[in-house]
């Protein structure tokens, strides 16, 4: 799934599933010249909701942008269709906010240096100087934004400036790469399926603090991590991907630690991509992931 | 991906990649009443090769069963497709061949039992009688085949009588559940595609015998099970499905070969399964697997 | 792990680490010809616990067996440990209890006629007849033991039944193997680390009904299963192993049982393995795996 | 298994299996003060060999270092034991061997920011310029080696300065870490279970150049990497660690390049973490694990 084409559209679409809806947008498609490269498609038998991901070439396609998009926002109000359309070459505008532990950022930092991430890294936001230098490595701008000693009003400040920077640096996607602080709910409100966290845990156990020490105390025998959108609920939001690894008993709560660092950032780094590449659509509290 | 309705046609296609294949072949399904439930397309950058699964309803579909074949075969000449359909409610009948170890063959007929199979298993055949009460358990015609001790005209004496029994029970299948003897040559190129064996190693790594061995020998770290179409070269064919665990030290040989077994019966029936439920597309000397 | 020489002991101990407890313990071994082929010792830093498990051939042993458990009594009041001891040459007796869905049930007695799995199932017990046929199969005494409605006093008269069974047939492991009825607390408080559930789902997540259908609604990327041992609170007690795969959007409610059921079947059959073969040591709520 | 107290000794042994060599070292240790936080022992019955890794503290020990290992070459003697004793503050140092690719470099080196490595990356030796920038960022020695055109004499040449570095920043192990330069028999001799390799395959399958082109070609269904140490034959030294992941239809030669890289880090950074914590014991062509 590294991304390649950049001369390519890719259309993710929902709605409640009717005949006809594959033949008259690949029909749309063929019509003027267009090849399709990807098509995954699946109507669910029991919600009715039909889910696909179409990606065809531009190359030798007749239509300009605008006027694919007008052409889509009659299908979709012909078939109720929900839906949007992404171009090869449009680079997702990402900032990653950080706290002090520095693997997850490392790991997307790295995805960006090999050039398969599917978007840009365009700043590293900290409450802490700590990974400065991890951000200036990879000539991607830090900036600290303090959130004092968690004060209401420290916190609106830093909000505040927040919403200036990813503003000013016109961000697409938040994600929070072991950033350990709360945001607000308007902040987080703004931003549907705008905003990507890694919770330590195989959600839906052990929702809030110490993930690995409630693991350790219940004797599971594997720990996880869940990338997942952030909602106004506490880890609750629809998730994008998960995964585990075993654990034994030799495994005390710095090793679960260790573990769980390696898990971590590889679940991060792979929603974080799935979602630069268009493979994520999220529907009601849940996501459809096309592979 | 269990199987469900049964009032679907699934239609498998490849060919070289070129535009307008999907437009053509789901406006067909459209135009006359058919709702496409399931479409799963790739085309190869690499290769220039297109590849796909669509699966439609017919329970509103206008066209009979010889008519949709009949207009698939003009599709297929003007776009040169190499195609098959076939219908939900048409189970292939499977002949199960083993020697005396049970774990496959309990796999099988318990999906069967369990009614997640996408076919029939018609009868179990045998050089050997162990598992002649298996059969019986399950209510599945058991047919005991002796090879002798692997003379030449005693080999070719039984493969006059498995041509005889595959024909008499309309087996469109034969999956080798640990099958101890081997296949003449001829008896695999009539069947291309249509015998399924499982291999108890990670392929290609220990092909031939005694792979256990092997990988004790080597030192590996996970041991593997392969389920692979036959070919005319041993270990050689398109390979389905492949699975793996990890191992220790203090596995032994009798360790690995119990590892191996529950690795070579989910391997195996998962296998059968996708083959069953027309999930795999074989292309060359691999498959294409629609998950 | 399979199970193999039958003239050995397997010690697991438990106690507050302290200074020359494996001393002490080979020592003892050596001192009487015994050859010790497998140890596993572990002193944890956090809660300061010593386990270990221990087994040695008795094949040039000079003690009697009672010999032995007095010398170890000896040994628990110098050092207050926790320990058991058992003889390879004597099976556990195994009761699976079953409802109506029989993979689990074929899964452990294949297991035993594959002879791998380290104890004796002695009986099947039942509230409904679906699976007598399996049993009979497998040359396994079936019993049914209906449980009415639900009422309590039906449900208190097949806890008499069930206790005068197991006590006649000497059972020292029960395993639920999908039992769909409750168990009273009292039948699980006479059997503390003897009884064996598996639950279809990765718990902590899902406790309680319906665990697939709180899993798709909840949208995770994996499901699980998992075999614990029965305590007062429901799907609480100790975990001895737990398994996951991956699922897709294309996964609906029969899908992730059909998945799961693979999952429950081999995570229930590792634990009960894992017990026979004495390689579990519980410790309050969680248990100390030795693989 | 992540690094902890340093005041421990850690021994490794391999034997011929015989009575009383567990209770012989446990009473030794005993004898002098010291405690077992962990012991890992497993007799063979296949090829009668004894293994065992035996960790205790040395907090209240009375022995000098240099008295341990003239008691333990004593017993060395009396039961012919191979053996090594390693101290807990005693970090091996580390060069690691790179050409341009990044990935195995950035793993090893988070895990040394971490503090979860378990010995020094003291250095980054490259026969190339392109990762300069890595090692200054961590702060580690970079030196170019260039080989030239791989004419021999550039070859001796660069063996030569190999050797002096090595030798005056006192190197104990030598990572090759996506190194494509190939060793001199000579070189690779006087390092035995010294020169660790990652190869992105999973071994034996695959061996030599273009593993990913060979995969796609068989069609696997996974793919893996090996981290094995280096002898004189090319990808057939003993293996340390090995993984997998699952790949489709839609992972062209690019995408397997990018799984790969994620496999080939996290092998290799575990095996090198293996090797440095001391729970890697070579015994001919294989190794034991200790876990």
């Not at 679409?13 to 490269?37: K, M, P, W, Y």
């Not at 700590?130 to 000539?139: C, G, I, M, T």
């Not at 400040?157 to 016109?170: G, K, M």
């Not at 990338?227 to 075993?246: F, K, M, N, W």
Request: aromatic share 6%.
């Amino acid at each position: 799934m590294t991304p390649r084409s950049t001369d390519t559209a890719t259309l993710l679409v929902s709605c409640r599933d009717r005949t006809g809806l594959v033949a008259a947008l690949s029909q749309f498609i063929a019509e003027h010249g267009g090849n399709i490269t990807d098509l995954d498609q699946h109507a669910e038998s029991d919600s009715g909701m039909f889910f696909m991901r179409l990606q065809w070439s531009l190359t030798t396609f007749t239509l300009s942008r605008s006027a694919i998009e007008e052409a889509l926002a009659g299908y979709a109000r012909r078939f109720e269709l929900t839906w949007s359309i992404t171009w090869g070459d449009h680079l997702q505008r990402v900032a990653v906010f950080v706290s002090t532990t520095p693997h997850c950022l490392y790991d997307l930092l790295l995805h960006q240096r090999l050039d398969d991430l599917g978007g840009v890294i365009a700043m590293v936001v900290s409450n802490h100087l700590d990974l400065a230098d991890v951000a200036a490595h990879f000539q991607v701008p830090f900036m600290q934004v303090p959130v004092g000693a968690g004060s209401a009003s420290a916190r609106a400040e830093a909000e505040v400036t927040h919403e200036r920077i990813l503003a000013d640096h016109q961000i697409d996607l938040v994600v929070l790469a072991r950033y350990m602080q709360i945001l607000s709910p308007e902040f987080v409100a703004r931003r549907p399926g705008g905003i990507i966290n890694i919770h330590h845990s195989f959600l839906p156990a052990f929702v809030g603090a110490k993930p690995y020490h409630q693991a350790r105390e219940r004797g599971v025998k594997l720990i996880g991590a869940t990338a997942h959108y952030v909602t106004a609920e506490l880890d609750q939001g629809p998730i994008i991907d998960q995964d585990v690894c075993r654990v034994t008993h030799r495994d005390e709560i710095t090793d679960l630690v260790g573990k769980g660092r390696d898990l971590e950032r590889r679940t991060l780094s792979r929603a974080v991509r799935l979602h630069l590449q268009r493979r994520v659509l999220v529907h009601g509290n849940r996501t459809i992931i096309f592979g």
